[in-house]
């Protein structure tokens, strides 16, 4: 069993073909989860993964099996599994078990996949470095000192380091496509709508999505169709008629370098080498301008926490969680809130409630709102003249863990993935290569963004990219 | 958006949930009194 190589679709046919079973396969990542525990990357490892291979086994051996039967799944902790603890790793939720299933879970069960554990994560998916966890920083198996991106840096990291064949993350600002950048593993923020947020402790509701971190594009692949689909429970979800399959030929792909200011020399460099190489496979590259994107950090940064301030409320320390007894029941609020969330947390609930304040309202969030608008026409007209448009995925590697203790410096790791989430718009991180830093080879990433349920787009072109790797 | 009908059966879901509050009192979430009448 060869792990490190290993896609979904070779454990499928391993796993059909008697070459070994659910419970071979699951012990074989139990190993290396061992072996990488000093990365911090999981809060729990389920004890009864055994009993959930048995059951994928089961399935296979009377041949009713589907495409994720038996597959070794990480679960960020802030999506649901019923009867089991989860804390967006937060002190908040200490104790909290989930009382029902994410949809994309119940979907997974359904398929006979099988949960690893939960993986650590920035508090609330707070972050963009895995720094901000109530239990601790994650490490990036490629450089130990340097995060491995966030807020789904505990995902990234079991894909990465072979801990999980694949993670379920979730991505409001880039924290799926980011984390997958730094770790040198494929993410997917699907479009918004196109999975259930049902089951989904919820940060910014109008961003959220959850999103497959894998080794390949053809694993993303078989990952979004098994969760994607209208959900009853989602009255975001989109209809499951809006789900055609792109039948067009993907061959313009577009770039704005005006919005490349300030990115890392060597970066940009292995950017531009991905491009002149998909040139020669017969893509043409396209200059394009994105006049309001530069603006996208900044609208991101007032609508988010307003969501979060709003999204937060119901951590009171009275139906879920950690309890701080006070004198009065505003006190328990209080008290339970400021022992229970992390500084970053606070710092987005003190500026979000801010936002949405009265005399501020229309200034900061009706103005950043409308300005979204703006964004998803710019990202429309330059889909007019090409078929999917191209960044880097993060403008610097993996930085050192530490480096970034400035919030607003961290923040800057989102400017090419945050314009995704405000249009709604479906983009893949692919690997393409390493830069050098201190002797150690860094990943990066080449991000994509396509037209709405355009997934297939995104697709196409990774295959290729991952082609030239 | 869906129809607001079809309400699930009442109770079904109190236990459960009530498992995980911190505080319980005869089947209902406990808090602070929060209105004195003598105020």
Do not use: W
Not at chain 1, 19 to 25: K, Q
Not at chain 1, 43 to 61: G, H, P
Not at chain 1, 93 to 121: C, P, Q, S, W
Request: proline share 4%; aromatic share 8%; net charge negative.
């Amino acid at each position: 069993m060869d792990i490190e190589n290993l896609t979904i679709k070779q454990a499928r046919a391993s796993l059909d073909g008697k070459e070994y079973s659910a419970v071979e396969l699951a012990e074989a990542y139990l190993s290396r989860i061992e072996k990488h525990k000093h990365l911090n990357m999981y809060l729990e490892v389920f004890d009864d993964i055994k009993e959930q291979a048995i059951r994928a086994d089961a399935m296979i051996a009377s041949g009713n099996q589907r495409v994720l039967c038996g597959i070794p799944f990480s679960i960020k902790d802030n999506i649901l599994i019923k009867g089991r603890r989860i804390g967006a790793a937060s002190k908040i939720l200490d104790g909290y078990h989930a009382t029902y299933d994410a949809t994309v879970i119940a979907k997974i069960k359904e398929e006979g996949g099988v949960f690893l554990g939960r993986t650590n994560m920035d508090e609330f998916a707070m972050g963009s470095s895995t720094e901000n966890s109530a239990y601790g920083v994650v490490k990036n198996p490629h450089d130990e000192s340097r995060v491995p991106g966030g807020s789904s840096g505990g995902s990234a990291v079991t894909v990465a380091s072979h801990s999980a064949l694949v993670s379920l993350g979730s991505d409001t600002g880039g924290s799926v496509r980011q984390p997958a950048g730094f770790c040198g593993v494929v993410g997917l923020k699907p479009t918004y709508g196109a999975v259930s947020r049902f089951g989904l402790i919820a940060l910014g509701s109008s961003l959220d999505q959850i999103g497959p971190i894998t080794k390949s594009v053809g694993d993303a692949e078989i990952v979004f169709n098994s969760i994607k689909g209208n959900d009853v429970h989602d009255s975001t979800s989109l209809p499951d008629s809006l789900h055609v399959e792109n039948k067009g030929e993907v061959k313009r792909i577009g770039v704005a370098r005006s919005l490349f200011e300030g990115v890392d020399k060597d970066v940009l460099l292995n950017f531009e080498d991905t491009l002149t190489t998909l040139a020669t496979k017969g893509y043409e590259i396209v200059d394009i301008e994105l006049p309001y994107a530069t603006y996208a950090l900044a609208m991101y940064y007032v609508i988010l926490p307003a969501e979060i301030s709003t999204n937060l409320t119901r951590f009171d320390g009275v139906r879920y969680g950690l309890h701080v007894s006070g004198k009065s029941t505003g006190d328990d609020y209080s008290l339970s809130r400021s022992e229970g969330f992390g500084p970053e947390v606070r710092r987005r609930i003190l500026l979000g409630t801010h936002i949405l304040s009265a005399g501020y309202y229309d200034a900061y969030y009706t103005k950043a709102q409308s300005a979204r608008q703006l964004i998803t026409n710019d990202f429309r007209e330059a889909f007019k003249s090409v078929d999917v448009i191209a960044t880097p995925t993060s403008p610097t590697p993996a930085f050192k863990i530490g480096e970034r203790a400035d919030p607003v410096s961290m923040y800057l790791a989102d400017i090419f993935t945050v314009t995704a989430n405000l249009t709604g718009m479906p983009a893949l991180s692919v690997p393409s290569g390493f830069v050098e830093r201190d002797g150690k080879k860094l990943p990066v990433g080449f991000q994509l963004t396509a037209p709405h349920l355009q997934e297939k787009t995104l697709f196409t072109v990774g295959y290729d990219i991952e082609a030239i790797q | 958006m869906r129809e607001d009908a079809e309400p699930h059966e009442t109770g079904i879901y109190t236990k459960e949930l009530l498992n995980e509050a911190p505080s319980v009192k005869d089947g209902y979430i406990e808090v602070k009194k929060i209105i004195d009448q003598n105020t």
